[in-house]
């Protein structure tokens, strides 16, 4: 089996390397500024744990390798403009957007958008960095420097947010976990949660419209796909071409992982669909220092990714699963007073998702 680098050296790369584990693949998460020589790339299958990387020695030598997957798609999905322009040329719902070019738009954007607009970096800032929600009279609040290098969309009255994370094979057959709820507060994703019975119409409208991306890029691999619920429909937020935190519950949810799927698409390998047979929630770890007590209850999976605790940092996830939905409420309610106040709000709508 031929070996797979992954550019990015992050927690993905890591769980990447855990999965490669067990089939024996080997694989190697490198820092975009490792040594080219350094890096055993000649003949592996090369992949990418981040969408966008500035120019270095190694990200030269790959950006011209063959086996380098999805290598054109990267820079087209990183940047907000060309992956709107893409949903818009293949007629899936998204929020009304425009790009953002100067200050002298404002009227005309609050009267095409509305009362609330959400500004977004064309490229970089997540986990609510480079974003911001502005209504009239707050457009001073954006950085100058933003003009021109943001899109702007309508702020949208959602029920909801879910994602679905799928993966497509060389052979064009794609595969799809059941679609994930997902608790957001403050841009960043806290909690998830993950029902072997999905709504079965939105289910099949999601699956429909992340095939349409899929096939259209002759993507191959996972790629997440995160949107919002306004009445009995989907609109598409954003895309990752990647695996994707809001599909980490599978590690411990599902009979093949989305870390162990990738690795199977991209080197042309058995893609069956994953069986997911009980409910799942995962609770990302964030500026938390490790807990053992978390250890005591027995349906907690711990994933620790070894960085140096920092306020807002993700540092870990905690994936919790068993086929009893109120088993698994009973050991939300044990994990809360070992966890700090700003998780206690997920944890309760994970019950609720559960109920």
Not at 29 to 52: H, K, L
Not at 151 to 163: A, H, K, L, M
Not at 179 to 203: C, D, F, K, M, Y
Not at 321 to 342: C, I, M, R, T, Y
Request: with cysteine; proline share 7%.
């Amino acid at each position: 089996m031929k070996p797979v680098c992954v550019l990015g050296n992050g927690q993905l790369g890591r769980m990447l390397r855990q999965a490669g584990e067990p089939l024996g693949i080997a694989v190697y998460p490198v820092g975009i500024d490792a040594e080219p020589e350094a890096v055993p790339y000649q003949n592996s299958v090369i992949t990418a744990e981040i969408e966008r990387w500035p120019e270095t020695a190694l990200t030269r030598e790959l950006a011209t390798h063959n086996s380098f997957v999805n290598r054109d798609i990267f820079p087209r999905l990183a940047d907000r403009l060309t992956q709107k322009q893409l949903l818009d040329q293949l007629g899936l719902d998204t929020a009304p957007w425009q790009l953002l070019a100067n200050a002298a738009e404002w009227p005309q954007v609050f009267a095409t958008l509305g009362e609330l607009a959400i500004v977004k970096r064309r490229v970089g800032g997540y986990d609510g960095r480079g974003q911001w929600r502005l209504r009239p009279g707050q457009e001073a609040e954006l950085p100058a420097d933003a003009y021109g290098e943001c899109i702007v969309e309508q702020g949208i009255n959602f029920s909801g947010e879910v994602s679905l994370v799928g993966a497509r094979g060389h052979d064009g057959k794609s595969v799809f976990y059941p679609l994930t709820h997902n608790l957001h507060e403050e841009g960043i994703l806290r909690t998830s949660v993950a029902l072997p019975q999905p709504n079965p119409a939105l289910q099949h409208q999601a699956e429909q419209m992340l095939t349409a991306i899929l096939d259209e890029l002759n993507y191959v691999g996972v790629m997440a796909m995160e949107c919002f619920i306004v009445g009995d429909r989907l609109l598409i937020n954003e895309l990752a071409p990647r695996v994707h935190n809001s599909g980490h519950w599978t590690q411990n949810g599902a009979s093949i992982s989305q870390f162990e799927l990738h690795l199977r698409a991209i080197l042309a390998l058995p893609l069956p669909k994953p069986v997911v047979s009980t409910p799942s929630v995962m609770v990302n770890l964030i500026g938390t220092a490790v807990n053992q007590q978390w250890l005591a209850l027995p349906l907690v999976h711990l994933h620790w990714y070894e960085k140096e605790v920092r306020e807002g940092r993700k540092v870990g996830h905690l994936n919790l699963n068993d086929p009893d939905a109120v088993a698994l409420q009973q050991s939300l309610l044990a994990l809360a007073p070992l966890l700090p106040a700003e998780y206690q709000s997920g944890l309760a709508w994970a019950q609720k998702k559960l109920a």
